[in-house]
């Protein structure tokens, strides 16, 4: 049904996220971040909107990213149906996946990267996320996660192919990157488009305008 990615570049202090569903809206269902606590993405045959803000929460109280799912999925009676993925402040990642979750599915987690899907055509669609994400390293993030989010498709992706996807990039010295494509034939294409058009002036030039982490105060000169 959905395939996600959450993300931390050390280097950069950029977290970011990206999601692809076969269904709509799955930006709204599923990605939730915040640069001061980390990130989330819960999904799933009946994905839980609390998971994935609970875990936020929980992270932003200094709860590791692995505790976090672990505290917020063994108290619902309906996990079996539900997907959690996590990435912490210090970029460590947590996921779950529940045992009723619509085939293929799963989920891997690494040191400032975690992925997950389920009814995925193979999990070949996770290992595509990892390698395209990994071989994009320098690269732009919100590029990056775009070409994951291809990468992942290609491997099959949803197994009744896609509508909406969604990416979220927070940078501590740019305001967030939130965009959604909610319903479309080829959400991954105008996406893309949506990224182009938000880095064209006269959007790009008020986006330098706005309050960000490391200067809250920010405005027009």
Not at 37 to 63: H, K, N, Y
Not at 79 to 85: M, T
Request: hydrophobic letters at 40%.
């Amino acid at each position: 049904m959905t395939f996600s990615i959450l993300a931390h570049d050390k280097k950069t202090g950029t977290y970011a996220a990206a999601a692809a569903t076969g269904s709509l809206c799955v930006g709204g269902w599923v990605i939730r971040g915040d640069i001061e606590r980390g990130l989330s993405a819960s999904q799933g045959t009946a994905p839980s909107p609390f998971w994935r803000d609970d875990a936020i929460r929980l992270m932003g109280q200094g709860v590791t990213a692995g505790d976090a799912v672990f505290a917020v999925t063994q108290g619902d009676a309906g996990r079996g149906h539900r997907q959690l993925i996590t990435l912490d402040r210090e970029g460590r990642a947590g996921g779950f996946t529940g045992g009723k979750s619509v085939p293929a599915a799963a989920h891997r987690c690494f040191s400032g990267l975690a992925v997950a899907g389920n009814m995925l055509s193979s999990e070949a669609v996770l290992d595509a996320l990892v390698t395209c994400y990994r071989e994009g390293d320098g690269e732009d993030m919100a590029e990056r996660l775009l070409a994951s989010l291809r990468a992942a498709e290609a491997a099959g992706g949803d197994s009744r192919g896609l509508l909406s996807a969604a990416m979220l990039v927070l940078h501590p010295d740019a305001p967030p990157l939130d965009l959604r494509v909610d319903h479309s034939a080829a959400p991954l294409d105008d996406l893309g488009a949506l990224l182009s058009a938000v880095r064209t002036p006269p959007y790009a030039d008020w986006l330098d305008e706005v309050p960000v982490l490391t200067d809250k105060s920010r405005a027009p000169g």
